[in-house]
Nanobody, 115 residues
């Protein structure tokens, strides 16, 4: 069983930056892809960014050029650097990882961007 612990959320003014972290523990195997989802009030959950075990990344269009996903395989940690934040980025951000075909979820961390 893989446990995910997120940190780094909070309140920031528009134009500011936050860095989310998600540390995975309990896996006996190397983690496969890792990613971040977000869900804003009244909206569907959306996949924000993913990173493969080899470092390949993918982003939704609305965050390209502003967000950067990265990972530290030695620490089993995935990061989401969020710059130039906008009010529409306000959401609960959850990390997810895949290991041996199973997906695991973090508990979520609130990001609030004030305009």
């Amino acid at each position: 069983q893989v446990q995910l612990v997120e940190s780094g959320g909070g309140l920031v003014q528009a134009g500011g930056s936050l860095r989310l972290s998600c540390a995975a523990s309990g896996s006996r195997f190397s983690l496969d892809a890792m990613g971040w989802y977000r869900q804003a009030p009244g909206k569907q959950r959306e996949l924000v960014a993913t990173i493969t075990s080899g470092g390949g990344t993918n982003y939704i269009g609305s965050v390209k050029g502003r967000f950067t996903i990265s990972r530290d395989n030695a620490k089993n940690t995935v990061y989401l650097q969020m710059n130039s934040l906008k009010s529409e980025d306000t959401a609960v951000y959850s990390c997810t990882v895949w290991a041996l075909g199973t997906r695991y979820w973090g508990q979520g961390t609130q990001v609030t961007v004030s305009s």
